[in-house]
Structures are given as C-alpha cells and as structure tokens.
C-alpha cells in the first residue's frame, strides 16, 4: 500500500503480506519525506527552531510550537505572563479541534463516505480563519515564540472564538448523525483492531490512540502546563480499544476542547503577550525535555545544549512515530480493509514521523 | 517515589550506577555491559515499574557516543532518565532494549540510521530513513559535499 495509496494521507508506504485477504504482517517503510529537522535544528537558533517544528505535524503546528517555548523557557526559568498562559491554552485547543474535525472527515472519507469531507473542512474553515487575523498564518502558525508570544491577539477574536463555539456545538451532534451510527460504519469498525492497555504502553502509543484503550496518558490532565492546571475537564478513557473506542474518543474530545475554550475565553487576564527576551537566546549547559499533548498523543522535545546560542542536538520525540509502528501489532489477523480503518483512527501526519 | 527514594532504590538495584538529580529528573549513567540486565529490572521491580519508554536518543559526543533513555512508570509517576555510554566511536555497540519495551525497536532503528549506532541482539536493524549507502548525518563529522551547502 502507498506511497501513493489514498488511504495513507501522505507519502507512506505499507508493505503488506497477506494471505488471501488476511494481514499477516505490516511493515511500514518511511522516509519519503525525511527533511533533515533535527540536523538541520543544530545550526538554527532556539526562536528559529520553533518555526520548523509546525512543519512537522502541521494540524498540531501550534502544539509543537509551545512545546519548543516551553523547553527554552524552563532551562532559563522564565515565567510569561498569565496572559500567555490563557491565549497558549485556547490556541492549543482550538488547533485540536481543528485536527479532530479533519480527522473525522478523512476517516469518514476512507470509509468511502465523501460527504463527512465537506461537513469537517466547512467547519474546519471557521478555526483557519481566526488564525489567520491573529497569526497571519493558517497552517504553519508560528505563534508561540520563547518568550511569549509573537503578537498580541487580534481585537476580534474572543468575538470570533464565542461565535464559533457556539456554532460548533450545534455542528458536531451533525457529526454524530452522519458517522456515528451509521450501520456499514460501525459495521467496519466496532470489534476491529483491538489494542490492549498494556501493548498501547509496551509500544509507546499516546493520544486518543492510546486512551481509547484505557491508558491514562493525557499530559494536560497529569503533568498540566500552560493554563490547563486553571481549568476544569474530563480526561477522555474507554476500556474497549477497539477502532470504533479510537473513534468516540476523538469526537467526545472535541466536547472536552469546546468546554477548555469557553471557560478561558472570558478570563484572559490583561498583560504583556511577550516577555523581554535578549537578542540572542543562550541556554546553559544541560537537557532538558518538554512534553506536550498534542492532537496525536505526546510530542516530546529534547534539548542537549553546551551553553552556545544553538543547541548541539535536538530530539523531537513525534507521536505518530511511536503509534504507527504498533501498526502490526493490532492488524495482524484483520482483513485488509480494516487495515484502512485501523490505520485511519491513528489519525497519522506523516511529516511528523519523518522529520 | 520521591527522587531521594528513587536514587536509594536505583543505588540498590545496580551498584555502579552514577546516579544524581538533574536540571528535571534524576540522571541515572550506567556502564555499558550493565545496561540490558539493569533495565530488565527497571521494568521488573513492582516498586519501580518502570513501565512506559517515553524516547530513545543517540547523541554525538566527539569521543563517544551516548544513548539516552526517557522512562517514566504509569502506576507510581515517576520519570528517570537512563544514559549510556559507547566505548569508541568508530564500532560503538549496545545492547537492545527491544525485548523489554517494544517501541524500543524502531526509536534503536532510527539512532541505528542516523548515528550509525549498532545495537546487538536487535530483532530487524535496517536503516530507518535513508538508504543503505548514506553516511550518519547526526554525527557531528558528517560532511556531505553534495546536498548540504555550508556557509
């Protein structure tokens, strides 16, 4: 399968043994697109680093952005501004949102039902926007910077954000209506590919992946950071782990995202969008690490530094990476086509396991 | 358990052990030959449990090459950084944490194709990314006349 499978959403290339129509083995073969970030991060500065993470996972790109600003700001222990905090923490969970109604339209569409496409990327539309007034970017953000932020927000946008939500929630019960108890779709997922608790930790899976199989390992609920520690949610588990469990996570998630965004969105406290950061950012000898939630599951950040303004090696340790190789692990057994289906509840980037 | 514990309980399990707390967690250096049968009993331990292989690093250290292991344990929530050692750089050699973390597998794969580490007993040690002739581009004395323009 691949590299040009419409299934795979990206260069990946799954070489499969089968036998009949059963999967024996799977064994993804990735690269097509390795670019190099991490050798390439070593001759970069660390506010330049953060513009080649949203190249990675590009839906999680304001995520992957943080968890950069992060690690700099805790190896030179700089506390931003409450207000950072607040705006840091919308941001993210809009672009969660923004990542899972993808994901639900492309899972509906490997399915073969077209129509989801248009109803998640109608909406997807709405979250694009108000990036785009606040970051001038749409996909490739760049917003948070160590330090803080790269600009304030735009006067519209706590308007736009209401408006959306408030649109939103009458959207996603939509969502339900069309996928969700549709008989050939469940018919193809509910059963399939099951994924232990124990197999999600022993492979390193995290994100809706691994919490549909009971896997507590959401990083906002247990090691909060930003405003999350401020706010009230539910960490969404299911103990069934099966590809149709991976589904109703993602769209409970967004109710949870919804919920994460309206009780901040009033709050943000007045204040400065950035501290002042010297012109050239050095930090002292050492590792450190940050991790992150993103939409796919734990982004990781790796800093070794010998004091110099960049780093001398950098490891982005990428969700998708980790998930995709339990691949055969839950495939093996299952018919070819919920291969699709297993593979499209991973919700894969391919960007982000190349690097 | 605490960091003080977690040093106490680390000091027991392998004596050699250079173990200290760091900027984050606590650092834990063990000797190369020690490595395989002290992680064995990081997952073992109840008490430790040692469970979850968050990220599997190589790093270029001019007269060494270091792995570095990111570790926490989903029962008690602690974290421990595991560092080795190779002994060169010209044939370094480590033992595979495969067999006790599956994940461990591809993160060894990937520091196989980009630092030319070599870990022995690894059940499939193909490069990962690039093809067979390429160099190690993490290392730092990689030179590649052809696709990298240095200013």
Request: some cysteine; glycine content about 6%; overall charge negative.
């Amino acid at each position: 399968m691949g590299p040009q499978h419409p299934s795979t959403h990206g260069v990946l290339r799954l070489l499969v043994q089968l036998e009949g129509e059963i999967v024996h083995n799977v064994q993804p073969h990735i690269g097509y697109i390795h670019s190099g970030i991490e050798k390439m991060a070593e001759s970069l500065s660390y506010p330049q680093i953060g513009h080649l993470t949203d190249r990675m996972d590009y839906l999680s790109a304001h995520m992957n952005n943080e968890a950069v600003a992060l690690c700099v700001e805790n190896a030179l222990q700089i506390e931003v501004p409450e207000r950072v905090k607040y705006i840091r923490t919308i941001m993210a969970e809009l672009t969660r949102l923004a990542s899972h109604q993808l994901w639900w339209c492309v899972m509906g569409m490997d399915m073969g039902a077209l129509t989801t496409f248009f109803y998640g990327l109608r909406d997807r539309e709405d979250i694009l926007d108000i990036f785009e007034e606040t970051c001038g970017a749409r996909l490739t953000v760049n917003y948070s910077i160590p330090g803080g932020l790269m600009f304030d927000i735009h006067p519209n946008f706590q308007r736009d954000v209401k408006a959306f939500i408030k649109k939103f929630k009458t959207k996603l019960p939509e969502y339900d209506k069309l996928l969700s108890g549709n008989v050939i779709f469940t018919e193809r997922t509910k059963g399939v590919g099951y994924l232990s608790r124990e197999d999600a930790i022993a492979y390193g899976v995290t994100g809706p992946t691994a919490r549909a199989s009971g896997f507590a390992c959401d990083l906002r609920k247990h090691q909060p950071y930003s405003a999350y520690s401020k706010v009230n949610f539910n960490e969404i588990l299911s103990d069934v782990g099966d590809t149709y469990a991976r589904y109703q996570v993602r769209m409970q998630e967004m109710w949870e995202s919804m919920s994460i965004i309206e009780q901040l969105i009033d709050n943000i406290p007045e204040g400065d969008y950035a501290v002042k950061m010297k012109g050239v950012v050095k930090l002292p000898e050492g590792e450190f690490y940050q991790r992150v939630e993103t939409a796919r599951g734990e982004f990781g950040v790796f800093i070794t530094s010998d004091g110099k303004k960049n780093p001398y090696r950098v490891k982005f340790r990428s969700p998708g990476f980790s998930n995709l190789f339990a691949i055969n692990h839950i495939a093996k057994g299952w018919k070819i086509a919920d291969l699709v289906a297993i593979m499209s509840t991973f919700d894969l980037v391919i960007p982000d396991i190349d690097r | 358990m605490t960091n003080e514990a977690l040093i106490t309980a680390i000091g027991k399990k392998e004596a050699q052990a250079e173990t200290k707390t760091g900027a984050q967690y606590v650092e834990t250096f063990v000797p190369l030959a020690r490595l395989h049968d002290f992680m064995v009993q990081l997952k073992e331990d109840k008490d430790l449990a040692f469970d979850y292989l968050i990220c599997v690093t190589g790093v270029d250290h001019a007269d060494h090459l270091q792995m570095v292991y990111h570790l926490e344990s989903t029962t008690h929530k602690h974290m421990l950084v595991v560092k080795v050692k190779t002994a060169d750089r010209q044939n370094p050699v480590v033992d595979t944490v495969s067999d006790i973390w599956p994940t461990a597998e591809f993160h060894e794969r990937e520091a196989f194709d980009l630092l030319g580490i070599t870990f022995s007993n690894h059940p499939d040690l193909r490069r990962l990314f690039l093809d067979e002739n390429w160099g190690f581009p993490l290392r730092k004395d990689y030179k590649d006349d052809i696709h990298i323009v240095s200013r």
